[in-house]
C-alpha cells in the first residue's frame, strides 16, 4: 500500500498543476462480511475489521466524477458467533485479506458551485445567465473580467468572485482583508467496477471437503462496489467524504466456503469509513489573471 501511495501522489501533481481538477484521498474505515460462515442477510458486528484505501479522482464537472482506487482489509468469520451454529459439524471459521483495485464513477447531484448573482430587481441566477448589471447580495455593483466578477464597495475596496463563488476582498493596496470559500455538504451515489483478490484460510473444514482442493476456485474475482456517502467541502485545499459500500465479487468463495454450505448464494463484503481528500493544484486567482492581461 505504501508504494501505491506514493506512485498515486506522483501521478497526481504530474496530472494536474492547477484548476483542481484532481483529488487524492486516503481512506480509513472497517470492512464486514456476510456469506456461508455467517447468518444469512446480516453483517455480524463482532467480525469487523480495519480498511484502509488510496485513490486518485477526476473531477469531470461540479457534480460527476471518476477514480481508481485500491483498498486492502481484512475479513473473517466463525460458526461459534451463533449459538444455533456451535454444534454444527463441520464447525468452520475462516480470515481471508483482501486487496481490492477498482474504477468506479461518482454523482453528486447537488454538489456542483457555481457563481450566483442578482439583477436590479433582485432576481438571483448563475453568472452564465448574466444580461446587464449584475449585483452581489449587499448591492455592489459588478463586472466581469475573465473568470471573475469584481466591484468596490464605499469604502474602496474591491470585491473578487470568481465563478464557483468564492469571495476575496482587498484594500486600495491590494491586501486581503477577507476571503470566503463557497463551502457545500452534499451527498453522493458511487458505483464501480474492479478486480478483487481474497486469501481465505478457512479451518474445520472435512479433508474431502470439495473446497480443500485448491484448484476448486481463483483467488480472483470481478467485485462491484455500490453505495454512497456525504461529502464536506468546506476548505480551498481538501475535503472530507463519510461513506459506506457493498461490494458483490460475483464469487461464493471469499470465504473459502461454498459447496460445504450454501453454494447458491454469493458473498458479499462491506467496506464504511471517511477518506480525506488533498485538492492536487491551485484554484485561479485573481492576482494571477491581472498578470497575464
Known sequence: MRLLFL?????????????QKYELSLFSGISNYTGDVNQEGILYMGEMHMAYGAQLQRNLSGTTSIGVEYVYAQI???DQNFEE??????????????????????????????LKLYDEDGYRYDYKNAVGASYNAQGIELKQ??????????????WVYNIYGDLTIYNEDFIVLNSKYKQRVSPFLMLGAGVLYAAPTPNGM???????DP??????????????????????????HLESTLRYP?????????????PENMDWYFFAGARFALKLGKMPSYKTYLQTI
Do not use: Q
Open 7 to 19: 506512485i498515486t501522489f506522483s501521478l497526481g501533481f504530474c496530472i494536474s498543476a492547477s484548476a
Open 76 to 78: 473473517s468469520g466463525d
Open 85 to 114: 451454529r456451535r454444534n454444527w459439524t463441520p464447525n468452520i471459521n475462516f480470515s481471508a485479506p483482501l486487496h481490492e483495485l477498482n474504477f468506479n464513477f461518482r454523482w453528486s447531484p447537488f454538489n456542483k458551485r457555481i
Open 145 to 158: 473580467e475573465g473568470k471573475f466578477f469584481t466591484g468596490k464597495d464605499k469604502s474602496g475596496n474591491l
Open 206 to 212: 472435512a479433508p474431502e471437503a470439495p473446497e480443500m
Open 215 to 240: 484448484t476448486m476456485y481463483s483467488r480472483f474475482h470481478f467485485t462491484t462496489p455500490i453505495g454512497g456517502g456525504i461529502t464536506f467541502d468546506l476548505h480551498p485545499a481538501f475535503n472530507i
Open 250 to 262: 460475483f464469487s461464493d468463495y471469499i470465504d473459502g466456503v461454498s459447496d460445504s454450505r450454501d
